[in-house]
């Protein structure tokens, strides 16, 4: 059992390609964790797109043992957690499981929109930050612009920041004494009820679910009967261990501690992140406060090109529902693309992980509908119905209103591109809320249509700014709005999969860009084909 004083529990918050994968490898290298033969770049992102994309999915952790200068031997525990506001409430409870973070911020770069957000998560978990300036061997490094940056910006104290190259392993000791002498150790209680968060989830073939926990209060050990608080279900642990990074076994897991248990448990859905693991008999009465299941935000249709490989497609999403229980899915039909599936994702960025997997781990050609986001619509007689698919609006006529969900987007943008980024936001409905400088960068906090962002925002923002501007975003709720259903029509059939909620002002304009693209990919014929779009009212529905 570790001496709980002797436990340091930490995650690395930055923006994509500011180095946090490197950085690890580097922590892992540096002490010896994984021998050099074994050694490979993201060595904590095990899915081939995570590595293609530079980007961390799922939370990944590794237990490292450091002997510090002063001569005490320390156990540090990692979670490399998703860096996406698409994963954000994953994150969230990353954060919660441990007690400091190092903000790492790419020297030739600054500050971006993504480090803002899950750097304030950090902060809403009460973390000790260390600030580490990444990159300093380029020669466009400013560290002490940036470090000025980070207090303007983030407000946080950045006169001792550490400067590093992660790529070369500069400043890498330096590091990890500043983890072991800045960064807080754990509390917990040994003779405590058990109380333990479940931090993530995933399947294998061989062990079922496995389940990563960082233990609050109590004793975990092999062989105990524990209870889930989320469902009540009853497990019994039959291995139990830590990530090194590869698994290995233990006999228990005491307070303050990361590891991963398994319990024979069949399906990802039954192990919701952020639930409270509890013994069965003499448990905790109350569970650890903020659990918050997540819930899909944006929902598109997924279609085989060959319709012979629908039941293929099922399996494919089958078995990817199987790791990721924030993805879900039913059947649909559609007249003009067949038998396909509306799937149900936690953002765009989501979307394209899942539908990428889709294509290259089982070879499938996918047609993906437009994404669409859920509609609150509120009918005369004051029920309520989530709308998910524009081709399901119910008759007009008893219809009362519409809501639309909306969310807080921040931008930061270099100053000479931010004419044309409030003009975008501007055109997309936007409502600006606040507007501030950082040297020679702007920072602007906009109210949007969520379903204004999922169209094609991020390309146009991207567009505009020559891809200087970075962003991200928080759900803030539902508001009424002058929505319309807007149907395309060819040869004077209605498509329902191209059918999609707009704004009844944009709605020409989107329908003549959509009447454009059909025009230019539907092939020739020997007679006429009208290409319409429009959207009825109550007085010509039918």
Known sequence: MVDIEKIRNFSIVAHIDHGKSTLADRLIQSTNTVADRDMKEQLLD???????????????????????????KYVLNLIDTPGHVDFAYEVSRSMRAVEGSLLVVDSTQGVEAQTLANVYQAIDADHEIVPVLNKIDLPASDCERVSEQIEDVIGIDASEALEVSAKSGLGIQETLEAIVTKLPHPKGERNSPLKAMLVDSWYDAYLGVVVLVRIMDGVLEKGDKIKMFSNGSVHTVDRIGVFRPEMQSTEQLGPGEIGFITASIKQVRDTRVGDTITHEKKGAEEPLPGFNPSQPVVFCGLFPVDSSEFEDLRDAIEKLALNDASFSFEMETSAALGFGFRCGFLGLLHLEVIRDRIEREYDIELITTAPSVIYHIYMKDSSCIELHNPADMPDLSKVDHLEEPRIKATILVPDDYLGDVLKLCQDRRGIQEDLTYAGSRAMVVYDLPLNEVVFDFYDRLKSVT?????????????????????????????????????????????????????????????????IQAGHWRKSDSS
């Open 46 to 72: 095990s899915m081939d797109i995570e590595r293609e994309r530079g980007i961390t999915i799922k939370a990944n952790t590794v237990r490292i043992d450091y002997t510090a200068y002063n001569g005490e």
């Open 466 to 530: 020559k891809g200087y501007a970075s962003f991200d975003y928080q759900m803030t709720g539902y508001r009424q709005d002058n929505l319309v259903k807007m149907s395309i029509l060819v040869n004077e059939e209605p498509v329902d999969a191209l059918s999609i909620m707009v704004h009844r002002d944009r709605a020409e304009m989107r329908g003549r860009a959509m009447c454009e693209k059909l025009k230019d990919l539907i092939p020739r014929h020997m007679f006429k084909i009208p």
